[in-house]
């Protein structure tokens, strides 16, 4: 069981560095909402799409929502 759960969470071992991975995913969403906001050509715009997307599955899947308080902090 615990090898199921270390392959799910890959900074289960330190909360700081997943913090830290967590802040980073979350800045790169937010780069990439700001840059489509601004408008551009349509490649662009589904390039910016593209990659805001893999992003946010990977904040998803590092387990970010539980750091949804530090992340509103840092975002101040």
Not at 10 to 25: E, G, H, I, W
Not at 27 to 34: A, C, N
Not at 51 to 63: D, I, K, L, N, P
Request: aromatic share 10%; charged share 35%; with cysteine.
């Amino acid at each position: 069981m615990s090898l199921v759960l270390a392959t799910q969470t890959p900074f289960a071992a330190d909360p700081d560095k997943a913090l830290q991975r967590c802040v980073y995913l979350s800045e790169k969403i937010e780069h990439y909402t700001r840059l489509r906001r601004k408008g551009g050509s349509n490649a662009r715009m589904a390039s910016w799409r593209k990659s805001r997307t893999r992003y946010e599955e990977e904040f998803q899947a590092a387990g970010c929502r539980k750091f949804s308080r530090q992340l509103r902090r840092k975002n101040r």
